[in-house]
């Protein structure tokens, strides 16, 4: 029985699928067909293609930091870092240094140097204890005017001399420092002069012969040397207003017309060089021994003034004493600021008995002859830096 179909017929109907086979899922992908290249043709001789390599990108990248902002004030403005304490004091310590360095390199460099201390010579003294400073007072009028001279009476007498040999004495040991007057009329061997006053020696040769002269004579070996003139003397008092002294009697020189009233009293730069060279005056009957024992008196009022802390704290009396420094002082080549201010430490005490001050023993007022036995004793205590013997001093 056929139902129209070509099942089964050879009409080709619609063949069930073989046992075993799956049936196809959909349309048949036809695949495009590659030809074969020909032996000897140009693709055929292209080389094979390397495998490209492969990129790499770029390490990732950190983004930029954030920049802070600066804490805002309420108003929206920026901070300003303020300073503590101890970076405005450490501060004003610097500025403090540096002008104190300043100040100190400006002294320094300013002071007048020459050249004071001989050099090796046969005979020379040995450095012995201690060290031993040579202070001389000029009476050189250089820089000075008519007008100055008449102020400070000087007179106008030429040359050099000097009017004031000191020879300070500082030990190593606890031994008090020693200010010794070396009268200026003692007649002393003067290298290559043969003997006369001591103070010619300055007039023969300046201060290496002084330094030479005063060397052989004590046979103490000098190691620094200072030297002032009039005009820096009296520009110094100025400077710190003066310096207070005890005047016992009326001084009145007849020489110079010079008049010191009595009692404690003031000294202006005038009045003091007439106090430290008068010797023509009834209150100073001993002459030369009277004249240098005033000069050692107020080297100790000075140096008490000085070292005052009404002076040192005052800018008024500071400023112009630093001024007044270099053109009232001399020193050695060799010597430095930091010598002298150990000199004005050692010489403190001169005020209240912690300096031995003295003058070398002589037979009599005039000063011309020194006392040899108690010389000798003197200068061999200060070699050795022992006490002085009680009979060797002198007012």
Known sequence: MTYGGHQ??????????????RPPQGPRRQQQAQMMPVPGSARARQAPRSPQPTRV???PQQPPPRRERPPQSPQGRPRRKRWSFGKVLLSLFLVFVLF???VWFYLDSSITRIDALPDDYEGRPAAAEGTNWLLVGSDSREGLDEEQMAKLSTGDAGGRRTDT?????IPDNDTPPTLLSLPRDSRVEIPGHGVNKINAAFAFGGAPLLTKTV?????????????????????????IGGVEMDIPNEMRDTKTGIVIPAGTQTLDGAQALGFVRMRYSDATPRSDLDRVANQR??????ASEIASPATLLNPFDVFPLLGAVPDALALDTDDHLHHLVGLAWAMRGIGDGGVVTTTVPVTSS???????AKSEALFEALRTDSPIPEDALMD
């Open 215 to 239: 060397e052989q004579a004590t046979g103490l070996r000098i190691d620094h040397y200072a030297e002032t003139g009039f005009g820096g003397f009296a520009n110094v008092v100025d400077a």
């Open 165 to 169: 040999i000191m020879l300070v004495h």
């Open 8 to 21: 089964g017929g050879q009409g080709g109907g619609h063949r069930p699928p073989p046992p075993g086979r």
């Open 57 to 59: 990108g770029p390490p």
């Open 297 to 302: 008196k107020f080297i100790g009022a000075l």
């Open 366 to 372: 005039s000063a011309e002859s020194w006392d040899p």
């Open 100 to 102: 104190v360095g300043a």
